[in-house]
């Protein structure tokens, strides 16, 4: 099979190449074999060298209304009143841990998305 470490961003290159020749591989032949063990090594490099951060909690419950096609009243049962989710959603109130648990269990979002909260410029701190 002759394949070799990625160490570099040309072996990235190559890798990529060759996979995108692959991808109409059979799988459990030689080129579908061929084409996992490269995916495989691409997805480790690209783990560590391209490292993707998570969504702060507001972006990941819009997320997850888009997605779900949810409105602000769908999330009043979670959050609490109305003015509540709109505090939250405007990010003028930080979620508390009773919100996150119950917006992880009822709606699915990571509980490390909404344990990541950015404040609202007007909260920052001043040095």
Known sequence: MNIKPIKTRK???????????????????REGDRLDVLVTLVEAYERVH??????????????RMEQQGLSVKDLEGVIGR??????????????????????HT???????????????PSRKKVA
């Open 11 to 29: 072996d990235h290159q190559a890798a990529l190449k060759e996979i995108e020749s692959l991808m109409s591989a059979t799988p459990g032949t």
């Open 50 to 63: 391209f490292p993707m951060d998570l969504p702060d909690a507001v972006d990941a419950i819009r997320f």
């Open 82 to 103: 109305r003015n509540r989710v709109y505090e939250i959603l405007s990010r003028k109130r930080p979620l508390t841990l009773r919100m996150i648990e119950r917006l």
């Open 106 to 120: 009822k709606f699915d979002i990571p509980a490390e998305s909404l344990l990541k909260q950015r404040q609202s």
